[in-house]
């Protein structure tokens, strides 16, 4: 590698470390109401969620450059821009200047908050706020069943289950159990835990806080067929079905 290539890498790589840990859960109180922002990251790129209260709930599109975060904040079915946002991070906390124009008057309307990202611990990831980053259609044990036919037609196929728990209180646990074809097995007896930790999730993202890790991370893009759960991600595309 040359000198010259070696340089540029080191200068990016600050900047895409810093665009990383802009990545979380914001917390804020605006006019006495709760004001959230779920933000994740693509390089300088930034997408998220604006929510204020129990009904008003946005989209936030801008870029990051590792210390000022422009933004615009749209409506999340039109996408019209509604306000923009300005933002300076700093170990954790968003100092924002946001500034919108009333569709009535025409009056420019300014508001300034501290976003501070949140660590979630048990009482906090179940208090009425977070569980709106919570899709209650994942609630449940799925499970994905793989089958691994051998070249040799006198050897019995293996199937393998995947299960994936994921709970009212934010838990989530992955585990699976192999077997022959003749064994007497059943997929809740013990086999090898793959994970655990707390989840959450919206706008189709689902998102894992693993054991002893402090942030969470985009696991897997979801959506639902029929009466499966479908996830894509990084070990592939996979189809799980609601245990009863």
């Known amino acids: 590698m040359s000198r010259t290539l070696l340089t540029l890498m080191l200068c990016l790589l600050p900047c895409a470390l810093l665009a990383n840990n802009l990545d979380g859960y914001y917390l804020a109180t605006l006019d006495g109401q709760p004001a959230e922002m779920h933000l994740r990251s693509?390089?300088?790129?930034?997408?998220?969620?604006?929510?204020?209260?129990?009904?008003?709930?946005l989209r936030i599109s801008g870029h990051f450059d590792g210390q000022l975060l422009n933004a615009q904040i749209s409506d999340a079915q039109s996408a019209q821009p509604i306000a923009r946002?300005?933002?300076t991070y700093t170990n954790g906390v968003l100092t924002s200047h946001i500034?919108?124009?009333?569709?009535?008057?025409?009056?420019?309307?300014?508001?300034?908050?501290v976003f501070n990202?949140?660590?979630?611990?048990?009482?906090?990831i179940t208090s009425q706020a977070n569980r709106q980053f919570r899709d209650p259609e994942l609630i449940a044990t799925w499970v994905h069943e793989q089958i691994t036919r051998s070249e040799d037609?006198?050897?019995?196929s293996t199937s393998t289950l995947l299960i994936l728990q994921l709970t009212v209180n934010g838990g989530i646990s992955q585990w699976s159990r192999s077997a022959a074809d003749n064994s007497d097995w059943h997929p809740d007896a013990p086999g090898e835990l793959h994970y655990t930790g707390r989840w959450l999730a919206s706008n189709g993202v689902l998102e894992v806080q693993l054991q002893d890790q402090n942030d969470y991370q985009p696991t897997a893009r979801y959506h639902f067929s029929d009466d499966y759960l479908v996830t894509e991600s990084s070990t592939g595309t996979r189809r799980w079905q609601r245990r009863p």
Do not use: C, N
């Not at 037609?153 to 019995?156: D, M, Q």
């Open 42 to 57: 693509q390089d300088q790129q930034v997408s998220g969620e604006y929510i204020e209260g129990r009904r008003l709930r």
């Open 85 to 87: 946002m300005r933002a």
């Open 99 to 113: 500034t919108a124009r009333s569709p009535v008057t025409g009056e420019t309307l300014e508001r300034r908050a």
């Open 117 to 124: 990202r949140q660590r979630f611990s048990d009482a906090a």
């Open 153 to 156: 037609t006198s050897a019995a």
